[in-house]
């Protein structure tokens, strides 16, 4: 079984940046299409963006521009920035690893986007 485990949550003012990193328990990521979603109170779950194999990036309109996603397949590690952080992007971000029928999530990080 596959762990993934997020970190770089936390608190942040808007206009501030943060850095997530999704680590691996296993050497899986260069193989997997790898994203971030996140989930705020209330809403469903939603993409924020996804980094494929070849190194390709999709991002949600809402974060294009500020927000970027990269992969370190050395590592097992994914990396989120991002920058200028609204309050309505207060959520639990999720890293997701997905190949064919398998998908792994991790358990959440919380960002808090408030002054």
């Known amino acids: 079984q596959v762990q993934l485990t997020e970190s770089g949550g936390g608190l942040v003012q808007p206009g501030g940046s943060l850095r997530l990193s999704c680590a691996a328990s296993q050497t899986i990521f260069s193989a997997y299409v790898l994203g971030w979603y996140r989930q705020a109170p209330g809403k469903q779950r939603e993409l924020v963006a996804t980094?494929?194999?070849?190194?390709?990036?999709n991002y949600a309109d809402s974060v294009k521009g500020r927000f970027t996603i990269s992969r370190d397949n050395a590592k097992n590690t994914m990396y989120l920035q991002m920058n200028s952080l609204k309050p309505e992007e207060t959520a639990v971000y999720y890293c997701?690893?997905?190949?064919?029928?398998?998908?792994?999530w991790g358990q959440g990080t919380q960002v808090t986007v408030s002054s």
């Open positions: 997701q690893a997905r190949r064919a029928w398998v998908t792994y």
């Open positions: 980094v494929a194999v070849g190194g390709n990036t």
